[in-house]
């Protein structure tokens, strides 16, 4: 089994939440008593914060970058970033640490690619659905063409996800409104919605025949299990 680099604490929620899911798929991979191979590298989210809201990129890129290199230095066969977010800056860490890094997009490009889906919708923080990785993913693995709500709701889902959804504040007004946001995206032609957020999970919960949802945390997961133990997910 090889040894997952997981490169944590952006927010420490997530990585919990990551480092759960690891572990019962590597059980329901193996059974038994079997956990998986983890090394994990927890970086102070306050400092990647407070280096964003600056405009720090070049900041906040040199401590992931640290943790990469840290976490091949441990022996990590290959990196998982338990954020979406962050995965704007995969490349640079990737190339800093010197290792494969499993990026959530090509993930999840390869389950659309399955479905042969056409046009996605995208929610996530705002830095998520503002970056182009999921795009270029999708569309340069499946040919599909991601769409995202508009400015002023691209906002409002950044504040839910920080101001409520990462402090275990769940309102039922959020609900509804995620629920209108993704029916928007399906009016536009959204034939699947990508969750590019764990926390959204907690207040988006898919109806029986309603539209297929990619959970990209469980997903992500699921393929870096499936690495550890050379397993084709795609």
Request: aromatic content about 6%; proline content about 2%.
């Amino acid at each position: 089994m090889k040894l997952i680099g997981l490169l944590g604490g952006l927010g420490w929620e997530s990585t919990s939440l990551y480092y759960r899911m690891l572990n019962e798929l590597t059980r329901k991979e193996l059974g038994g008593d079997h956990a998986a191979r983890i090394l994990l590298h927890s970086v102070n989210n306050g400092a990647i914060r407070e280096a964003g809201s600056k405009g720090d990129s070049s900041g906040v890129v040199s401590i992931l970058c640290e943790a990469g290199r840290s976490l091949k230095a441990g022996g990590a066969d290959f990196l998982v970033l338990a954020t979406n977010s962050m995965h704007r800056y995969a490349e640079q860490i990737e190339e800093a640490a010197g290792i494969e890094l499993l990026h959530i997009s090509d993930v999840t490009s390869a389950q659309v690619r399955q479905a042969g889906h056409r046009v996605v919708g995208l929610l996530g923080t705002r830095a998520t659905m503002e970056s182009d990785f999921y795009s270029r993913h999708l569309g340069a693995s499946s040919g599909a063409k991601v769409i995202c709500p508009g400015p002023r709701d691209r906002i409002e889902v950044d504040r839910i996800i920080f101001d409520e959804l990462d402090r275990g504040i769940m309102r039922n007004g959020s609900r509804e409104f995620t629920a209108r946001l993704i029916d928007d995206l399906c009016r536009k032609g959204a034939e699947a919605i990508v969750l590019g957020c764990s926390e959204l999970t907690t207040i988006i919960s898919p109806a029986p025949g309603a539209v297929q949802y990619y959970d990209t945390t469980r997903l992500h997961a699921q393929a870096a299990v499936h690495r550890a133990l050379e397993v084709s997910y795609a």
